[in-house]
């Protein structure tokens, strides 16, 4: 009797003619989150069997899937030969010791010479009659137990479902570049995005040395936490320390955040283009703070001249921001205390609804394209 896990997929079905693809990538991505553990992966129609992995790994195994974009479910499961009396040993294997129950069965090999009613009544019968705490309730068991009988001549016996993340296999929507800092909001809009299956790369600015090391540690663990649902990820870090010395030095300091805004915007839309990154995603929710206005956004969105750029959160409120953060475990990341650039030179009165006309001519003291090449320069990329 060997533990296996059954994963079955959530809208890939849904893709009629690209279905192979779909199915190709998300086979894939099940591989690299599995990466490390030994294990053999197969395909049986409409779901997969990971199977060979050492029994105490089953729940590191499941941390592990339970993050892959494109999982309904998953079970647990006892693989036992297709005769009834190994399969009624599984049965008993996953039966609680009381408790009101019932058997679901399934039988994909028509050969098998019982039909699922009769698998059902018979491992039932044969459960009651050696178990005497337990009893048959059709309607609402306290557990059912499952029956899978396979065309391959193995069936699988599990009792219980974990939800799978759902979505999409990443990869299957193109690939987006999501402007991180080391705030709450901006790693999940990123799982979010990469949640309807696009691969996710990251920029980070930062103003070094006005913000400390510690600062960039905890991007770089914050593009690890989402590297964790997307197979992966680039994080891009570039330097805008000197364009938040000269717009301090020649703007007025009202406008450092929407001068910086829209520079990151552009320096953003410039290595998206360079890596094929086809859409922007930001962590702004309307109406957060001075900058996330619709002027804000306005803003910083009218110097982007090629790619779309997604703002999932932009309806969220911030608990639910929270909630979010903390269940893809961001969120104690993201709360430590070290500032990324756009506190450093920050203004007590921001602008909060920015006219384009006082933009402009703040912006035009500036010379916005010298100061985008040089922070061009300072880029590093980290592969996590
Ligand atoms: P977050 O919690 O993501 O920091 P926030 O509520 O603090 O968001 P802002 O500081 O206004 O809001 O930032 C809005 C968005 O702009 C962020 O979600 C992020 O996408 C982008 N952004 C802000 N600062 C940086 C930065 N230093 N590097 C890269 N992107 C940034
Ligand atoms: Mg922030």
Do not use: W
Not at 155 to 179: D, H, I
Not at 190 to 214: E, L, V, W
Not at 363 to 371: A, I, Q
């Amino acid at each position: 009797m060997e533990k296996v896990i059954i994963i079955r997929y959530s809208e890939i079905h849904l893709k009629g003619k690209n279905r192979g693809y779909f199915e190709r990538v998300f086979a894939l991505n099940i591989e690299k989150s599995l990466k490390g553990f030994k294990h053999e992966t197969r395909r049986l129609s409409g779901r997969y069997l990971v199977e060979g992995f050492d029994e105490f790994q089953t729940d590191a195994l499941l941390e592990r899937l339970k993050r892959v974009f494109g999982i309904h479910s998953m079970s647990v499961a006892l693989k036992v030969k297709s005769d009834m009396d190994l399969i009624f040993a599984a049965a008993k294997e996953v039966c609680s010791e009381s408790g009101t129950f019932k058997v679901v069965s399934h039988r994909a090999d028509k050969t098998f010479p019982l039909n699922s009613m009769q698998i059902s009544a018979e491992i039932g019968g044969r459960l009651i009659s050696c178990m005497d705490k337990i009893s048959v309730d059709v309607h609402e068991p306290h557990f059912t137990i499952n029956i899978d009988v396979r065309e391959n001549g193995t069936s699988l016996v599990f009792n219980e479902f974990f939800k799978g993340a759902g979505g999409m296999p990443v990869g299957t929507s193109g690939k987006g570049l999501l402007l991180i800092s080391g705030g709450i909001d901006s790693p999940v809009a990123g799982h979010m995005i990469a949640k309807r299956g696009m691969n996710i790369d990251c920029i980070h600015f930062h103003s070094y040395p006005y913000t400390n090391m510690q600062a960039r540690d905890k991007v770089i663990e914050l593009a690890r936490v989402l590297s964790k649902y997307t197979c992966g990820t680039r994080l891009n870090i570039i330097s805008v320390t000197h364009i938040q010395e000269e717009i301090h030095k020649k703007c007025n300091g009202e406008y450092m955040v929407t001068l910086l805004r829209r520079f990151m915007m552009r320096i953003a839309e410039k290595c998206a283009l360079k890596s094929g990154a086809q859409c922007l995603i930001t962590g702004e929710s309307l109406g957060q703070v001075a900058s996330q206005t619709v002027e804000g956004i306005t803003s910083s969105n009218s110097v982007i001249k090629k790619l779309p750029v997604l703002r999932p959160l932009c309806g969220f409120d911030k608990d639910e921001i929270i909630e979010r953060s903390r269940a893809i475990g961001a969120y104690d990341i993201s709360v430590q205390p070290y500032e990324d650039c756009c506190t450093v030179f920050l203004p007590k009165h921001p602008v909060i609804k920015p006219t384009m006309e006082n933009i402009l001519s703040e912006e035009g003291k500036l010379d916005v394209e010298g100061l985008i090449d040089e922070a061009m320069q300072s880029l590093e990329v980290i592969t996590l």
